[in-house]
């Protein structure tokens, strides 16, 4: 019974996650033009942030690439590719740099946040920067096989979260269409 209760230590890939009927709609309803991506950093510095979310002592690394401003990027590029707006020879490019990547647990609760700095540049020339963060809480289990795999889906989740919001900006949207 006492090893029901111990943490389960687990080192997975997150799950790349597919475009959302909502930033289709969005985007759509935006008339969103065709775009490029640009690179996505990871603004931790001397000591990444991005590489690995860790709970309980569980790791989870990100789908593809080396980290999470990678999968940023790559969820940016889901939703684009859905919604017929990827272009990478587009005059318009979107580049993001990570600011925050952390998913926590008590316990009895958990926490997980996102946040990063979405760039435009048009014809090379910067027209828009603006910081974009998204959060969410959750009752975690106390049993770490439930409560581990729980976390993980909720940070999980941020990206697309994040992505729909940076497409919701009006500000945003502007920087896309201005001429």
Known sequence: ???????ACMHTRVDE?????????LMRAADIPPVALGPFTDAGGKRPLARTVVIRGSTMKPPKG???AEFLKLSFESELKAAGKLDPAAGIVVTGRLTESRASENLSKGGAALAAEISVQRNGVPVFTRPYRIDTLWKSEFIGALAIPEAF???NTLYPLLVRQ????PDFQKALKQP
């Open 1 to 7: 019974m006492l090893l029901g209760l111990l943490p």
């Open 153 to 155: 889906r909720q940070y």
């Open 17 to 25: 996650t597919p475009p959302s009927i909502e930033t289709l709609k």
């Open 166 to 169: 940076v497409f919701a900006d």
């Open 66 to 68: 080396s980290n999470f």
